[in-house]
């Protein structure tokens, strides 16, 4: 049963590859289109690193919220001292990263 499943899916594909291909090569069809702009053209535009930074940072911070979300969940099973220790340790470490950041100014937008 299972080699007349492998064999059909191997036709079907084989179908599949062979009737999907374009037959028509044209070179205004395979140019790859933008807009109306000339792709020969470099299309590379500078890039503000503030904001790859920013980007970076909150990213960073995003996933650091994600880790304190499961703080909630084992409140009820766990001691409550060793749960106010660690979560206010990891609290801590945030902090001290949040202030280290604005410190060295990386988080004013403008200079």
């Known amino acids: 049963m299972s080699l007349l499943i492998i064999s059909i899916s191997i036709i079907m594909m084989s179908l599949a590859s062979i009737l999907s291909k374009k037959s028509f090569f044209d070179r205004e069809k395979l140019s790859p289109f933008e807009c109306g702009f000339d792709p020969k053209t470099p299309a590379r535009l500078t890039f503000s690193l503030r904001f790859f930074l920013i980007a970076v940072i909150f990213l960073i911070f995003d996933v650091e919220i994600a880790l304190l979300i499961p703080f909630l969940y ?4 766990s001691n ?3 749960w106010t220790l660690t979560s206010m340790t990891f609290l801590l470490i945030l902090l001290v990263g949040l202030y280290h950041e604005w410190n060295q100014g990386a988080l004013n937008w403008a200079d």
Request: charged share 0%; glycine share 0%.
């Open 80 to 82: 409550l001292f060793m």
């Open 74 to 77: 084992i409140f009820n099973y």
